[in-house]
């Protein structure tokens, strides 16, 4: 039920590795890439070799569970801490304080402060959107959006744009992504919640889906359930479990997303407008333990199935398709992180198929929550640890 976490063993190495990686993390220096973006570079002791001659440099180290990374105009990194911490990484690989201003975060279990992305207008508006998990009545909570005016070193006018609804007890299963398309409406993805996951096929709720809102949470008069009686109008698409992962297709546009599977079926899907992705009911994954069938099957009509699903799960979070020529040979791809075997992979696609898939094992860094392509080409990944690191990768 819960998010797969290494083994002891893996564990053990992986503390070592990150408490030998924070003592060699002084003396950090800055470069610049071509395109102007200062690089935070720390010291070659940082540098860890990875497989096809990759290079995993830190950037950051000290992090706690980092969850959502954002790129500012002037060089400098947001990133988000679960326990309820936004912070800003210097061009030298500097740490800040957290930022003032945050409204309240429910930080148990798999909620806390999760996703972070920029306004696409941000150099003009100085917008920061945020997801997390809002306290509610009781021990409640749900999945909520903020935004506010990153101003030094506090963020102003903050402002709740969207309150997942029903509020419910549960301390998993917040999904979160955050993706602005490019007519500028924001999507949010939204968690089953766990043991609520009947809800992810009703259109009266916010549970298991994929919202689709205006910038200052207005409703889009395009949205496929506008006229739909009884539906949530912020409704984008529904019958998801817990999409991670979400990133819009470089050529055409579209909304990609993933999930987290049961006990198997991790899914990566194309998203699309009053399209339904059939959880509960249609799964390639089992429940945990007991491994029970789940719903009717794999597949059923008038419910999509994925571009492709992983048995065993990967516990994929985070997603980037990657545009740059930073890496020979794989413009274009998409990369997913995972948490589960410390992995980052590598998908070749034609069109909405995989072609060619590679995992790209990482030398126990630990657990990858969020891969980002970084203004500067090069891909960033955050590890969900108590010292949790942002590492870029170079090749």
């Known amino acids: 039920m819960r998010e ?18 924070a003592l060699l993390a002084g003396g950090a220096a800055c470069a610049q890439s071509s395109n102007g973006f200062r690089l935070p570079v720390l010291n070659g002791s940082a540098v860890i070799p990875g497989p096809q001659g990759l290079k995993l440099v830190t950037v950051a180290g000290g992090l706690h ?25 210097s061009a030298s690989g500097e740490v800040g304080p957290p930022l003032q201003g945050l409204p309240e975060v429910d930080a148990r279990s798999q909620g806390g402060l999760l996703d972070v992305v920029l306004d ?11 997801s997390y998990s809002e306290p509610g009545p009781g ?7 903020a935004r506010g005016k990153l101003s030094g070193d506090r963020l102003d006018e903050v402002q709740v744009i969207f309150r997942q609804q ?6 998993a299963h917040f999904g979160s992504r955050l993706v602005f398309a490019r007519d500028g409406r ?8 766990l043991f609520h996951r009947d809800l992810a096929q009703k259109l009266d709720n916010h549970v298991g889906k994929v919202v689709r809102i205006e910038a200052d949470g207005r409703v889009p008069a395009d949205n496929p359930h506008v006229a739909t009686p009884g539906a949530r109008p912020e409704i984008w698409s529904i019958g998801h479990r817990n999409p991670q992962g979400a990133a819009l297709h470089p050529a055409t546009g579209v909304l990609w997303t993933h999930e987290h599977g049961p006990e198997g079926g991790d899914e990566i899907n194309v998203d699309e407008a009053g399209l339904n992705y059939g959880w509960p009911v249609i799964t390639y994954g089992v ?6 069938k789940i719903g009717e099957g794999s597949a059923k009509p008038g419910m999509e199935q994925p571009v492709t699903y992983w048995v065993p799960s990967i516990g994929p979070s985070g997603m980037a398709f990657l545009t740059s020529d930073r890496y020979p040979g794989w413009k274009g791809n998409l990369f997913v992180g995972a948490l589960r075997g410390q992995l980052l992979v590598r998908l070749e696609l034609d069109g909405r198929r995989v072609v060619k898939e590679e995992r790209l094992p990482l030398n126990e860094v630990g657990r990858i929550r969020d891969v980002r392509q970084g203004p500067d080409g090069w891909l960033y990944l955050l590890t969900d640890q108590a010292d949790g690191r942002i590492l870029r990768v170079e090749r």
């Open 166 to 171: 029903p509020k419910l007890a549960s301390t």
């Open 4 to 21: 797969p976490a290494p083994d002891p063993m893996l564990r053990r190495r992986l503390w070592t590795g990150l408490a030998l990686a």
């Open 287 to 292: 429940d945990y333990g007991s491994g029970r």
């Open 186 to 193: 924001l999507f949010v993805t939204t968690g089953d919640r």
């Open 139 to 145: 021990r409640s909570n749900g999945t909520s959006v």
């Open 65 to 89: 569970h980092p969850w959502g990374l954002a790129f500012l105009p002037d060089g400098r990194l947001l990133v988000t801490e679960r326990a309820g911490r936004m912070r800003i990484v």
């Open 120 to 130: 696409p207008k941000f150099a003009d508006n100085r917008w920061v959107y945020w």
